[in-house]
T-cell receptor
């Protein structure tokens, strides 16, 4: 069974640019969530996708957007990057059912200069 | 709004000690509580998941307890080893609309000295 994978591992962007991060969910999982983790903090919920529809959103501006594809993989897009967007971005997938257990990928480290 | 607090923020112990990490949450209407381990710059590894109907869960040297009424959970690590050095995070699902977001504490950074 393949776990959650994310790409790229690291990324450096300039303020004002746009970035796309990718996530492949664990086999059999149809729900994907994205989290932002600043240094020294716990992850903060960005949004969740279920069957290709956004299924809830945290306190993040509209320049954070996402997609989920029919194979349940997902993208996180961030426009007009700001210095404060520098963080570890984590993707988590969860199976159907009400267990709520989420399985995390290794993350993408984004640095905005 | 659910808030999760972890105390202490950092802990340093000699190898072999038994230790307890604490997690508290403000809204007791949780479905479960999950403990994670995070190595520096890495993703999260799930350690234990306690359902709201359970009082504790055990995995090897780890034991997690849950007291919903008081809004607390503890993670007990027996006979600590240098390889246990990492940040430990607790999280509870807090429905946002129909989403099942996890609300995390800020973590306890554990260092086990050889």
């Amino acid at each position: 069974e393949t776990g959650v994978t994310q790409s790229p591992t690291h990324l450096i962007k300039t303020r004002g640019q746009q970035v796309t991060l990718r996530c492949s969910s664990q086999s059999g999982h149809n729900t994907v969530s994205w989290y932002q983790q600043a240094l020294g903090q716990g992850p903060q919920f960005i949004f969740q996708y279920y069957r290709e529809e956004e299924n809830g959103r945290g306190n993040f501006p509209p320049r954070f957007s996402g997609l989920q594809f029919p194979n349940y993989s997902s993208e996180l897009n961030v426009n007009a990057l700001e210095l404060d967007d520098s963080a570890l971005y984590l993707c988590a997938s969860s199976p159907t059912g009400a267990s709520y257990e989420q399985y995390f990928g290794p993350g993408t480290r984004l640095t905005v200069t | 709004k659910q808030e999760v607090t972890q105390i202490p923020a950092a802990l340093s112990v000699p190898e072999g000690e038994n230790l307890v990490l604490n997690c508290s949450f403000t809204d007791s209407a949780i479905y479960n509580l999950q403990w994670f381990r995070q190595d520096p710059g890495k993703g999260l590894t799930s350690l234990l998941l306690i359902q709201s109907s359970q009082r504790e869960q055990t995995s090897g040297r780890l034991n997690a307890s849950l007291d919903k009424s008081s809004g607390r959970s503890t993670l007990y690590i027996a006979a600590s080893q240098p390889g246990d050095s990492a940040t430990y995070l607790c999280a509870v699902p807090f429905p946002s609309g129909s989403a099942r977001q996890l609300t995390f504490g800020s973590g306890t950074q554990l260092t086990v000295l050889p």
